[in-house]
Structure formats: C-alpha cells, structure tokens
C-alpha cells in the first residue's frame, strides 16, 4: 500500500521561494508518474507538474513554467516541487499523486489513483 505524505507549505511573501516535498512509503516513485496538483478555494483542483518514471520527463502548467521545477529523489522516495517567484494567485493546497496504472494524459486529475491530504501554500501580496 503506497501512502504520499506532503510538507513545506506555508505563509510567503510573493517574490518568495518553497519547497514541497512527498514522502512515499511502499512502492518506489520511480515506478510510475508523479504529480502536483494544486486546489484553491473554490476552485478544481488543477495541474501544476509531473514527473515519468525514472525522471526522464517533465512537464509543467504555463501557469509555473520557470517558476516551479518538480524532481525526484529515488533514494529517498521523495518528490519535490522547488516553488520560485510565488505570487498570490499561487495560493492554494498543494497535492502530489501517483498514476500507478500509468494511464491518460499526465495533466488529468482523473490519470492519477492515489493522493496525499495535501499542505497548504499562501502567498501575501
């Protein structure tokens, strides 16, 4: 039973940096796709990065292009999300997840079938 635990949200003034990390526990991240996705109050849950397994690919919303990278530590089954010139609109709770089945496009929220509770990220203006 694969369990994602994320950390390192918190309250930022814009301009400022976070990192977001995903602890696994069970099965490897580099055995399948990873992502971030990111909900703010009352709104979808939207996409921010993804991974492939093994870490050969990345991809990314327009939205955090050059701003965020998204990276894999195999040795600690751990995912990071490198957050750089926040803004406010990036204010929202961040949730990684895994596509096990390794299906769909790596943007849907419906290709991925296990999720962390999620850590919060504010962004003062």
């Known amino acids: 039973q694969v369990q994602l635990v994320e950390s390192g949200g918190g309250l930022v003034q814009a301009g400022g940096s976070l990192r977001l990390s995903c602890a696994a526990s069970g099965r490897t991240l580099s055995s399948f796709p990873m992502g971030w996705f990111r909900q703010a109050p009352g709104k979808e849950r939207e996409f921010v990065a993804a991974?492939?397994?093994?870490?050969?690919?990345?991809t990314y919303a327009d939205s955090v292009k050059g701003r965020f990278t998204i990276s894999g530590d195999n040795a600690k089954n751990t995912l990071y999300l490198q957050m750089n010139s926040l803004k406010p609109e990036d204010t929202a709770v961040y949730y990684c997840a895994g596509n096990r089945l390794r299906k769909g496009l790596w943007s849907n929220v419906g290709s991925y079938d296990i999720w962390g509770l999620g850590t919060q990220v504010t962004v003062s203006s």
């Open positions: 991974q492939g397994w093994g870490s050969t690919y990345t």
